[in-house]
């Protein structure tokens, strides 16, 4: 929660807003947004299949895109992650500078794909993080990349 002064005596108070089925507490400090006592979506597993998936961020939309990506497989990588991958931490995030913010949860997912080029299966981790909304009824991708 922020307080806006606007001119000598008016003081209107600014509160940010949450997307995120998980609200609170936000973090005091910008710099400090990782999100104790995760994961958050455990769940996420059984709440997707009703779900739409959306890419939220303009970087994830631009991975997704050159991978080749749609909504179908953002879904099946996220229940993979879930499943069979390491998760990371929790954290708090945003799209834009001053935008809302949403909890989210981010794992990493190593997988393998065949290379026509190189003759053979090559192994790659991705990172995933998403959050789900508050309505339970969008899954947001934040980022979905390969992990350096």
């Known amino acids: 929660m922020q307080f806006l002064q606007l001119g000598a ?3 209107i108070m600014v509160t940010s807003m949450i ?3 998980y609200t609170g507490p936000m973090p005091e400090d910008e710099d400090d947004r990782e999100i104790p006592n995760g994961p958050l979506y455990p769940d996420v597993v059984d709440l997707i299949s009703k779900c739409k998936v959306k890419p939220w961020t303009r970087r994830c939309i631009a991975n997704l895109q050159s991978m080749s990506f749609d909504e179908d497989d ?5 229940v993979r992650a879930v499943r069979e991958g390491h998760y ?7 799209n834009q500078a001053n935008g809302p913010w949403a909890a989210c949860d981010a ?10 080029y190189a003759g053979k299966e090559l192994e790659c981790t991705y990172y995933i993080k998403f959050f789900i909304t508050k309505n ?13």
């Open 9 to 11: 005596r008016l003081t």
């Open 19 to 21: 997307l995120s089925r």
């Open 136 to 148: 339970e009824t969008v899954v947001m991708a934040v980022s979905f990349h390969l992990s350096h």
């Open 74 to 78: 953002i879904a099946r990588y996220i």
């Open 88 to 94: 990371h931490q929790s954290e708090w995030c945003r």
């Open 107 to 116: 794992y990493t997912l190593k997988d393998s794909t065949w290379n026509e």
